[in-house]
């Protein structure tokens, strides 16, 4: 069982930037391949961007593409956020996902452990 933790969440004007992370614990995350996530209000919950194991693979929406940086570190447990050039429209709850099964698959309930979500805000 691995816990999750978001942080970095905020109110950012459009075309600011923030960077979330979230820290794992209860079991080392290399083991689990990871993803971001964002649910708006009245919306489903829809993946921001993935990551393998290793980190050598990564996979955006298209909304993001070129905007957003999904990265970690499996040494410290840890997985980001870095988000460039940020929108209205990327105002959401932000949750961190972790999951045991490989898939090439994105739908939330493909994921087994979750965070609390952090919000973020971004005004026009």
């Known amino acids: 069982q691995v816990q999750l933790v978001e942080s970095g969440g905020g109110l950012v004007q459009a075309g600011g930037s923030l960077r979330l992370s979230c820290a794992a614990s209860?079991?080392?995350?290399?083991?689990?391949?990871m993803a971001w996530f964002y649910q708006a209000p009245w919306k489903e919950r829809e993946v921001v961007a993935y990551?393998?194991?290793?980190?050598?693979?990564?996979g955006y929406a298209g909304s993001v593409k070129g905007r957003f940086t999904i990265s970690r570190d499996n040494a410290k447990n840890t997985m980001d956020l870095q988000m460039n050039k940020l929108k209205p429209e990327d105002t959401a709850v932000y949750y961190c996902?972790?999951?045991?099964?490989?898939?090439?698959?994105?739908?939330?309930?493909?994921?087994?452990?979750w965070g609390q979500g952090t919000q973020v805000t971004v005004s026009s």
């Open positions: 990551i393998n194991r290793s980190g050598g693979i990564t």
């Open positions: 209860g079991h080392t995350v290399s083991s689990y391949e």
């Open positions: 996902a972790a999951r045991r099964n490989s898939s090439t698959k994105y739908e939330a309930w493909r994921y087994d452990y």
